[in-house]
């Protein structure tokens, strides 16, 4: 799971610091936004979910890490459940 965080903070190197600093949050929705847009493309039939094989095709980082970021063991993550990882990491390095 660690690679996976620092993966995102590499990825998207504005969303840990823009999360502490309200002043940035044009850097954070930027961040955001563009975790968003991967999400969407690797989620190949649109359901809102990604599974280990969609991950795999589109997000390979998420899906090395599926299993710590699939809290629930639903066999799939959202997208929310990454914006948790990515606040749970901002979080960690303040």
Known sequence: MQRYLLALSLLLPT???AANQPQQGYFAKRAEAA???RFSQADSNK???LTLEEAKK???RV???FDS???NHQGFVTLEQLKT???T???QKS
């Open 85 to 87: 990882v990515m606040a």
């Open 58 to 60: 589109g997000m390979p």
């Open 47 to 49: 359901d809102g979910k």
């Open 89 to 91: 990491r901002a979080s």
């Open 15 to 17: 969303a840990c610091m």
């Open 63 to 65: 899906a090395e890490n």
């Open 35 to 37: 975790l968003a847009e």
């Open 69 to 71: 970021i699939d809290t």
